[in-house]
């Protein structure tokens, strides 16, 4: 099976060499976006991003019934909002104002983890793997905002 898999694998990088790792590296520039997905830093925190919204839509399920419009819908609607920022940025060449209103709803969105933890929506291994999450694209989106404000300064 494993040898199957390597197979397939070595197949396809040779049918498109300009393709690596199942991300495409095809240009197409229209109304300033690219649909450019590069193997590093920027697409990781997009792929946590989506892990966590899954990881988080399925938590907010189990809310009670009175909570489940009001707090519940404002933790999914941040989440989302914060995946699409940073996915929409991964594309644009002016990243810079996407990536600090992402930063604006992930301060939005640890409040709101931090309230549903207090008023015991989520247990405290939930609480405590969801705060570790937010924390590491906290930091994934801080190094990409310094390292856009850098490129921005030297050039």
Known sequence: MGD???RKSMNFEQ?????????MVARRKSNGLRTVFMAGHDMLIAKKAYDFSK???LHTGKFPKSYRFSIALRLENSVLE???LVAIANMREKKSDLLHQADEVLTRLRILFRLSYELKFIS?????F??????ELGKMLGGWLKKIEQVAENS
């Open 124 to 128: 405290i291994t939930s609480y405590e």
């Open 15 to 23: 049918r498109h060499p300009e393709r690596k790792r199942g991300i």
């Open 130 to 135: 969801g705060s570790c999450q937010i924390t």
């Open 55 to 57: 990881w988080l839509l």
């Open 4 to 6: 199957e898999w390597m």
């Open 82 to 84: 914060f995946t699409e």
